[in-house]
C-alpha cells in the first residue's frame, strides 16, 4: 500500500478554541513535519475562523501510523481532544 493521505477539518465551537488552536498548531505542524515518512502537514484556519483545514500525507501506513501514535501523546493533544474533528483517510 502506498501514501496514506489524511484530509478534513477542526470545528471549534469558540473563539477560545479557535485561539488555543492558533497558538499551539504551529508546535504540532514543526513536530509533525519533522517525523519520518512525514511529505506533507498543513493545518490552515478557513475563512470560518472557527473552522482549520486539516491536509496531511506519509509516505506509508506505518509512518501514518507512528504520526498517530506520537499525536495522540502530545501536548496538542491534551489541550485540544475536546475539538471536533471530521476526517478522512485515504491510501493510494
Known amino acids: 500500500m502506498g501514501i496514506v493521505r ?7 465551537a469558540t473563539d477560545a478554541d479557535a485561539a488555543l488552536v492558533a497558538a499551539h498548531v504551529p508546535t504540532h505542524i514543526a513536530l509533525s513535519r519533522a517525523e519520518p515518512g512525514c511529505i506533507t502537514f498543513d493545518v490552515v484556519q478557513t475563512a470560518d475562523p472557527l473552522i482549520w483545514q486539516v491536509d496531511e500525507s506519509f509516505t506509508d501506513q ?6 498517530q501514535t506520537r499525536t495522540r501523546a502530545s501536548a ?4 485540544s481532544a475536546h475539538i471536533p474533528r471530521q476526517f478522512t483517510v485515504t491510501h493510494d
Not at 489524511?6 to 471549534?12: A, R, W
Not at 506505518?62 to 504520526?67: C, R, V
Not at 496538542?76 to 489541550?79: G, K, N, V, Y
Request: proline share 0%.
Open 6 to 12: 489524511l484530509s478534513g477539518q477542526l470545528l471549534c
Open 62 to 67: 506505518a509512518a501514518f501510523d507512528a504520526h
Open 76 to 79: 496538542w493533544f491534551a489541550l
